[in-house]
Structure formats: structure tokens, C-alpha cells
């Protein structure tokens, strides 16, 4: 059973003050609180790789083809980061040691 996507929130990072990530809360079915997820692990070039979900884009506005986040929402079947809403996401541990989790964006 996945996670459900309660709100998703664009954070500014505090390395890169111009760049936002994208964080999304979620509800853990395990767990009383809330859960925030800002890293995906998806496959690039047949490998799996662990990204955060920069929000990025291109000259008009869009979020640039081909970026970590772009590629989730395609993942996820949807066209904008609003529709994430209430889905369900799985996640995964994105470390070797299981310290931290990450949403799973591959089959």
C-alpha cells in the first residue's frame, strides 16, 4: 500500500535560493504524521538514480522536458504538479543504509 499525497508544497533550497524543489506531504499508512518527500528514485539510462524533484523550466513557463519532475508526472499519469493530490505514491529507501525514503517512480 502506497503513501497518500495530502498537499505538495514548492520550497526554495537553501543552497540554490533561485531554485525551488518540489515537497510533497504525505500520509503514511503506518505512521500518525505526516511524511514529506522531496527525492524520487527512477531509472535514467538503465539506471536507477535518485533526484530531487527540482522544479524546472523552460523559456515559456513549462517545466523542461525531460526533467526529474517532468518525467514523475508522466510516471504518475498526470499533466501538472496539482493533480498529484491524493494519489498514492510507494516509496522506497533511497540509501544504502534504509535511512531515508524517496518516492518510488518506476515499475
Not at 500518525?32 to 527512477?42: A, C, F, G, Q, R
Request: with cysteine; net charge positive; hydrophobic share 40%.
Amino acid at each position: 500500500m502506497g503513501d497518500m499525497l495530502e498537499n505538495i508544497y514548492m520550497t526554495k533550497s537553501n543552497l540554490h535560493m533561485i531554485k525551488r524543489i518540489a515537497t510533497l506531504y504525505c500520509k503514511h499508512p503506518g505512521r500518525e504524521e505526516v511524511i514529506s518527500l522531496s527525492k524520487v528514485k527512477m531509472i535514467k539510462a538503465d539506471k536507477i538514480e535518485v533526484s530531487g524533484l527540482w522544479v524546472n523550466k523552460d523559456n515559456e513557463g513549462n517545466l523542461q522536458k525531460g526533467s526529474v519532475l517532468a518525467d514523475f508526472l508522466i510516471f504518475m499519469g498526470v499533466k501538472t504538479i496539482g493533480e498529484l493530490k491524493g494519489t498514492e505514491v510507494d516509496t522506497v529507501y533511497s540509501d544504502a543504509e534504509n535511512k531515508f525514503l524517496a518516492i518510488k517512480g518506476y515499475k
